[in-house]
């Protein structure tokens, strides 16, 4: 069955960095587009990261200032987040969510992943 | 950056009644980039509606979804139980900035 599984959450002190893993399974990973999304303690969704179907393409949201990099390997059917120089208010859950269409414009996220909470504290 | 607004931000039913959940645009955008999610404590997110109107895969059609350019609605025509949650509208038109809205609590009265 389709399905995404975050990996990677812990605690971390400010300013240190944590790499997160999403692991697709049961669809064709390498033709569709793939995102990250977080949701902080009490707060909403946003949007944090695409990366293109094959990699050419990735943008962030604006308040992360090029501090995260999202990356993928299409072989072993993974997404990646390097979250460098981490903040208190970067914590949050993470999740990991499929663009509804693939090769094409994303118009939905269909597929969503449980989520890995990433928590900075010292 | 297109801002969405929801309203209200609390809404108290009772199950049976029929919900009205807003979601205002700061600029006016094609239907075919706006989708709502449906997300309870401890879940993943579901998507319930893309394309302004159409139903994902599986969603009761209680579920359904209305509006154009910067006015768009989600109607659940009779609330069972189980769709006590918090609903968010996204907008994929200012790509790629993929922003949603503030939420919507979807509350038992």
């Known amino acids: 069955q389709v399905q995404l599984v975050e990996s990677g959450g812990g605690v971390v002190q400010p300013g240190r960095s944590l790499r997160l893993s999403c692991a697709a399974s049961?669809?064709?990973?390498?033709?569709?587009?793939m995102h990250w999304v977080r949701q902080a303690p009490g707060k909403g969704l946003e949007w944090v990261a695409i990366v293109s179907y094959d990699e050419t393409n990735k943008y962030y949201a604006d308040s992360l200032k090029g501090r995260f990099t999202i990356s993928r390997d299409n072989f072993k059917n993974t997404m990646f987040l390097q979250m460098n120089s981490l903040r208190s208010e970067d914590t949050a859950l993470y999740y990991c969510?499929?663009?509804?269409?693939?090769?094409?414009?994303?118009?939905?996220?269909?597929?969503w992943g449980q989520g890995t909470m990433v928590t900075v504290s010292s | 950056e297109i801002v969405l607004t929801q309203s209200p931000g609390t809404l108290s039913l009772s199950p049976g009644d029929r919900a009205t959940l807003s979601c205002r645009a700061s600029q006016s955008f094609s239907s075919n980039y706006l989708a709502w999610y449906q997300h309870k404590r401890g879940q993943a997110p579901r998507l319930l509606i893309y394309g302004a109107s159409s139903r994902a895969t599986g969603i009761p059609d209680r579920f359904s979804g209305s509006g154009s350019g910067t006015d768009f609605t989600l109607t659940i025509r009779r609330l069972e139980p189980e769709d006590f949650a918090v609903y968010y509208c996204q907008q994929f038109a200012s790509s790629p900035m993929f922003t949603f809205g503030q939420g919507t609590k979807l509350e038992i009265k």
């Open positions: 049961g669809f064709s990973f390498s033709t569709y587009t």
């Open positions: 969510a499929r663009a509804r269409r693939s090769l094409t414009k994303t118009d939905a996220f269909d597929v």
